[in-house]
């Protein structure tokens, strides 16, 4: 069973500062990996799909990587914002020979970013 | 385009009430899901439906049942809603492989049993 961790629980910054959040998984085989933001009360919104053939993405400041031999993926914020604050979940996609595959999910990071 | 839309945003239910959840969205997605979000527990996936008129059990599907009837919609019903049900119920869509799989979540429905 696919087994999705995220460390840490909880991270707080001052602003400016670069970050980095860690997702690992259990299964390396996956067909792709998602990375979602979830701000207080609100749904999720993506903010990078990675497919298992690619190394890493990116989307302004916001860069993920996946290096599937070892389950882990990492998401890099640069110059981090007060509006960044929220919680990041990750999730990713088994290889399924039928369709209906499902993601599995991280329990997220919740992140603070101090003014 | 709206994207994924839920109705309603908040319900509050007795034990032993009935009510539907309405999850559209207007992208042509052939895959829908329903999930519920619990502290410490995450998200978990109820029923999902790979496309119009068919749908499938996911992890915690007891409780609930679903409907495909049109493509662009996708129902969760609660028959006798039991306080176990509180939580926050996430509606999420994403096309075929095809068209890159990107899956996109609503905004959520609270829903409280009393």
């Known amino acids: 069973k696919q087994e999705v961790t995220q460390i840490p629980a909880a991270l707080s910054v001052p602003e400016g500062e670069n970050l980095v959040l860690n997702c690992s998984f259990t299964?390396?085989?996956?067909?792709?990996l998602q990375w979602f933001r979830q701000d207080p009360g609100k749904g999720l919104t993506s903010l990078l799909l990675?497919?298992?053939?690619?190394r890493e993405q990116t989307s302004g400041r916001l860069n993920a990587s996946l290096d599937k031999s070892s389950g882990r993926s990492t998401l890099y914020i640069a110059a981090s914002q007060p509006g960044d604050s929220a919680t990041y979940l990750c999730?990713?996609?088994?290889?399924?020979?039928?369709?209906?595959?499902?993601?599995?999910f991280g329990e997220g990071t919740q992140l603070t970013v101090n003014p | 385009n709206a994207g994924v839309t839920q109705t309603p945003k908040f319900r509050v239910l007795k034990t032993g009430q009935s009510m539907t959840l309405l999850c559209a969205q207007d992208?042509?997605?052939?895959?829908m899901y329903w999930y519920r979000q619990d502290p410490g527990m995450g998200l978990r996936l109820i029923h999902y439906?790979?496309?119009?008129?068919?749908?499938a059990k996911g992890e915690v599907p007891d409780g609930y049942n679903v409907s495909r009837l049109k493509k662009q919609n996708f129902l969760l019903g609660l028959e006798s809603a039991a306080p176990s049900q509180t939580s926050v119920y996430f509606c999420?869509?994403?096309?075929?492989?095809?068209?890159?799989?990107?899956?996109?979540f609503g905004p959520g429905t609270r829903l409280t049993v009393l």
């Open positions: 999420a869509s994403r096309p075929t492989s095809a068209r890159g799989n990107e899956q996109f």
């Open positions: 999730a990713v996609r088994k290889v399924v020979k039928t369709s209906g595959s499902r993601l599995t």
């Open positions: 992208m042509n997605h052939e895959y």
């Open positions: 990675i497919q298992s053939s690619q």
């Open positions: 299964d390396s085989a996956i067909y792709n």
């Open positions: 439906s790979v496309g119009e008129g068919t749908t």
